[in-house]
């Protein structure tokens, strides 16, 4: 065995230095959710569970999780169906005009998050859209589709061209050959693109801050407010239970993975 | 003949999503311009104000000097990650690769969250200073742009970590082995054979932290306490609180321009395309 260098240590104890400067942060909303003060600290006389009970009783936090859980899983629906299709078509011409297509498609990235709102917003109210779950949708929607069709055209990139051949040489007509060759070697990045999508929505927060008032409340909004006006330790409760759900998720997915 | 009718079901799956992109998404924000020169009055006179506003060149000062540091941040600090994770192998590899992962995985929101309550004034930080008898009075860790850099390279590093992963784990070890073989220390062969090879993954993480970082809106906000005004920020105070559409418009797209300059900019440099569009 080699003996240890400098080098290898600098590396490896920075890497692990800068990997708890990453998640530490995250694990701290736990401590502070079991708090028995009504204020946001490290617990005093001993953990209590009235956070959490304040959260999962509250009509207002309840009402907000699930619209977006619902909201998410159509926007991940609709984006995964039209990006999935948008991308096996552009795969399929694989010309200049589709890559043009497809770069208009990954716009939504690049543009910074209160410009697109802005320009939402005042869309939105010559639509009327303004503060409807159909507005959210829409604009969900948009802000998820890049990661859709990103995600099913990597998969697309391995599928060979002579298949599709032979399945139109056999006589298969344009739709059968979608349906029954192309989309099942695309199922894979449908499925992270729908998760992508989905956690593009539930995570939102900058237009549907522009384009809801009273009337659509999601998790992020209802967090937000709470950080904004009073700092509640039912944040910390609710930042808690997405960081144990992300990191039983995480940690599947590494299980899977190896 | 059949060529051109394929072509054509091929442009049926491609239009509903490129459709509603450019009907509900490209449209309002190209409209943005619109409302730019002619509210409150026709004309340029919301970028008139904008150019001897001295607060705006401030917020503009502030935007890229967060977002270079943050990203200089993240490009150091996310390649010891990404050169340990690919070039030494062990059992915690992946282990790693899922600490990478979780924050990435975790809201903007909730990780400022985090932020705030260890770096308030009575935020965890603090208490746990004051109780060790380190400090007197608190520390200003938040309201400040030193809340604002620590919590914005928190959020992008991921976005750094993942490209530079990417690029390296392509990297084939004969030529380090080879330089050490010809007697170059571990640091040389480091320096000028590993390091050049990593430069288009560099690139991308760098262009990747630099272009979000620009147009970041929520970590600011709730970091930097209304002190820290980064241009998305000033934006939304511009038209929440003055109702000032046209200047507010007016910013944005000068935020947009300087968006699209340093993406113009990097594609002299990088491949793009490789970047955005062919991601894995």
Redesign the interface.
Known sequence: MMPI?A??IF??T??WA??A???L??L??IP?SLTDTSF???PRDGLSLQHYENYLTDREWLSATWTSIWIGVVVASLATA??T??S???W??SNRA??I????????????????A???Y??WVQLGLIDTYAGVI?AH??LA?PYV??SV??AL?NLDRNIIRAARGLGAS??QT?LAVVTPAARPGMMTGFVFAF?VS??E??SVLFITVRGVTTL?KM??EG?QEN?DPT??AV?TL??LL??I???I??LR?? | MTQITDNFRYWILIMPALAIMIIFYIYPVLGIWQISVTEPEAGFGNYVRMVDSSAVRTSFLITFRVAAITTVGCLILGYIVAYTIANFASRLTPLMLALVLLPFWVSVLIRSFSWIVLLGRSGLVNDTLRDMGFIDAPLRLMHNELGVLIAMIHVMLPFAILPMLANMRGISDTYVKAARGLGASEWTAFRSVYLPQTLPGVMSGVLLVFVLALGFYITPALLGGGRVLMISEYITYQIQEFLAWGLGSALSVALLIATALVLLIAARFVNLRSILLDRK
Request: charged residues 5%.
């Open positions: 260098s080098f290898r590396f490896q920075g890497a800068v990997l400067f990453l998640v942060p995250l701290i909303v502070v946001i600290g490290l039209l990006g299709a948008f096996i078509g552009c399929f011409l589709s890559q297509a497809r770069w208009i498609l990954i716009v939504p990235i690049l543009v910074p998050p209160v410009v697109q802005l320009g939402f005042r869309f829409l929607t948009l589709l069709s990103i055209f990597a990139a344009v739709w979608t956690i539930f995570d927060i900058v992020p967090i937000w950080i700092i944040i910390a930042a997405l960081v992300t990191l998720a995480t940690a997915g590494a993975r190896s």
